[in-house]
């Protein structure tokens, strides 16, 4: 997760560059950016006062380190003007969505490429650019003049053509050598995203960020957020670049994972690396219409203060509405429903009031041509029953039962049988979960033997549990 910052300096609008105010602008990934000023930055008569409302697209400073800073699409939430011994005194409070570290913008915020950084991106890539050799290595008692070098080889990165992109997973490593005490290596890994042409815009790279954020998510079987976001922008007319750091809120102060045990996660690069641009095209491609179905599993697997029911019905939505998404799910044509239900509609008796005409026309006629969850469920067990049927848990035999349950919790009919009760959804949750993970990971192009090794260790610990 990015870090706290403070930044202090003065500050201006881009149109009044004359006219800078001191003040400090603060960062923190909860609560957002929001900038205290010792003055205002427009006295416009328009504006004064706390009750009317300022909105400047572009805030520009400059920190006491000399540091360029842009806060953007920002609202002042304080004002305030006082008077002692006859001296005005005015100060003023700011909110904004974002801060950018590095550069000035005036229009609209855009880079030549964009990188991001996760948590556990590097543990999950198991690549390592460091080699030792040396005489020490052979064993037995150290003695002078025995030798034990280390030394460090950047790795390739590795590349995903996308739509309209470039995906690059970057190595790189930061080195501490001291005369003495000791040398450190710490390696890291990135993924940059370079436009085909032209550049990359602000609401593209954090749209970037959050589908790759699933994806890491997901891979790992650990909720991460981004730990950093760069955007570059490159130099035309002198060598060199200049990154901006990009600042804004998640809205939460989650505590990051720092550790990721390679079989307990779902994947890893080594499983996908000779796939990777499909497997990350596959990605890209499906998660536009999947991204319901994402929140929905994400919410569940992340919250471990959600009820049990609840949980239940997150997981039976999200199974239904990827099954509707990917495979669709109709009993008839659309040509040939649409005249079967112009027949039934026609047919309903005139001595039925309008709100149970309505009811049939509106509801139980006009989704009868939809698979029902128990279809559904059961196309789902059938086509992934070679991963499924190795798991510790009959996934097949709990249709019924997931579909019965789900059906009481929707409606509370004491008639429906046979369910379980509420206390005892536990069993039912890791079936729900077992068919939504093979379907996600299957989806993803995932290799199937090495679903069925990453779910088998998983669930077998989870049912012991």
Same mark, same amino acid.
């Given at each position: ?28 990934? %909860? ?6 000023? &010792? ?9 004064? /006062?706390?009750?009317?409302? &300022? ?11 000399? #540091? ?44 030549? *490429? ?23 290595? +052979? /064993?037995?008692?150290? %003695? ?9 080889? &950047? ?21 501490? $050598?001291?005369?003495? /005490? ?45 730990? $950093? $976001? ?6 035309? #007319? ?10 804004? %809120?998640? /809205? ?18 080594? =499983?996908?690396?000779?796939? &990777? ?7 890209? +491609?499906?998660?536009? #219409?999947?991204?319901?179905?994402? !929140?929905?599993?994400?919410?569940? @697997? ?8 609840? @949980?239940?019905? %997150?997981?039976? @939505? ?7 998404? +990917? ?25 039925? =009031? ?19 969850? *128990? ?8 086509? @992934? +029953? !070679? ?12 249709? !019924? ?5 789900? !059906? ?45 090794? *990453?779910?088998?260790? *998983?669930?077998? #610990?989870?049912?012991?549990?």
């Amino acid at each position: 997760m990015i870090e706290e910052r403070e930044f202090r300096g003065y500050w201006w609008l881009p149109e009044n560059s004359d006219e800078k105010v001191g003040g400090i602008a603060s960062f923190s990934p %909860s609560d957002g950016v929001f900038l205290e000023l &010792f003055s205002a930055l427009n006295e416009d008569p328009e504006y004064s /006062g706390s009750d009317n409302v &300022f909105r400047p697209d572009f805030i520009h400073g400059i920190t006491t380190e000399g #540091e360029k800073v842009t806060l953007a699409n920002c609202i002042r939430g304080g004002y305030s003007l006082s008077s002692s011994q006859g001296t005005e005194v005015t100060s003023s409070k700011y909110q904004a969505i974002s801060l950018l570290s590095g550069a000035h913008f005036t229009e609209q915020v855009s880079f030549d *490429r964009f990188r991001v950084q996760f948590p556990l991106l590097t543990k999950w890539s198991g690549i390592t650019g460091i080699n030792y050799s040396g005489s020490v290595l +052979e /064993g037995g008692e150290v %003695s002078a003049g025995d030798t034990f070098e280390v030394t460090y080889e &950047f790795p390739e990165s590795i590349t995903a053509d996308l739509d309209d992109v470039e995906l690059k997973l970057i190595f790189n490593a930061d080195f501490n $050598m001291g005369r003495v /005490g000791g040398v450190s290596i710490d390696e890291k890994a990135y993924l940059d995203i370079i436009p085909d042409s032209g550049q990359i815009s602000y609401e593209e790279s954090t749209d970037y960020s959050e589908i790759l954020q699933d994806f890491i998510t997901l891979a790992t079987g650990k909720e991460v957020q981004a730990s $950093m $976001m760069v955007g570059r922008l490159e130099q035309d #007319e002198q060598p060199g670049n200049t990154d901006v750091e990009i600042f804004f %809120s998640t /809205g939460s102060d989650l505590k990051l994972p720092d550790s990721l045990h390679p079989r307990k996660a779902n994947f890893v690069l080594s =499983d996908i690396v000779e796939d &990777f641009s499909e497997v990350m095209n596959n990605w890209f +491609e499906h998660y536009e #219409e999947l991204e319901p179905v994402y !929140n929905l599993y994400f919410s569940v @697997q992340y919250n471990s203060e959600m009820y049990l029911q609840n @949980q239940f019905l %997150s997981l039976t @939505q999200a199974i239904e509405t990827y099954h509707r998404r +990917e495979i669709g799910g109709q009993y008839l044509s659309d040509d040939d429903f649409e005249e079967f239900y112009e027949e039934l509609c026609e047919n309903i008796p005139g001595r039925f =009031d309008e709100s149970f005409r309505d009811h049939l026309e509106q509801g139980t006629f006009k989704y009868a041509n939809e698979y029902s969850l *128990r279809k559904r469920l059961s196309q789902l067990v059938s086509e @992934q +029953e !070679n991963i499924l049927k190795e798991l510790p848990m009959d996934v097949e035999a709990s249709v !019924n039962e997931i579909v019965n349950t789900r !059906n009481y919790l929707t409606h509370y009919d004491e008639g429906i049988s046979p369910r379980v009760d509420t206390d005892e959804l536990h069993p039912l949750i890791l079936r729900l979960r077992a068919i939504l993970e093979t379907v996600l990971l299957s989806n993803l192009g995932i290799p199937e033997d090495q679903i069925v090794e *990453r779910l088998q260790q *998983r669930f077998s #610990e989870l049912t012991i549990s």
